[in-house]
């Protein structure tokens, strides 16, 4: 994940001015606050995270079958 540097707030900020965060959040579609200088949580629109795709055990499961499918060369000269 990229960050804009534009978008790092302290969690100090992000406690005293909880709206403005909510405003830089529907604007840009993320923050991300920071803990002791280092990145510790993201703040996202919640449509935002609907729009996000998941994939479930089955998903992943007929995803890797695929990929093996489609390389399976690639697997069998890297096995050797």
Same mark, same amino acid.
């Given at each position: 994940m990229l960050v804009d540097?534009?978008?790092? /707030?302290? #969690?100090t900020e992000a406690n005293q001015n909880f709206s403005r965060i909510a405003r830089m /959040?529907?604007?840009?579609g993320s923050v991300v606050i920071m803990r002791?200088?280092?990145?510790?949580? /993201?703040? #996202? =629109?919640?449509?935002q995270l609907q729009q996000d795709e998941t994939f479930d055990d /089955? =998903?992943?499961?007929?995803?890797?079958g695929r990929l093996i499918a489609d390389?399976?060369?690639a697997f069998e000269v890297l096995a050797q």
């Open positions: 540097t534009a978008n790092l /707030v302290s #969690i /959040v529907d604007e840009r002791n200088n280092v990145p510790q949580y /993201v703040l #996202i =629109d919640f449509h /089955v =998903d992943v499961a007929t995803l890797g390389h399976r060369h």
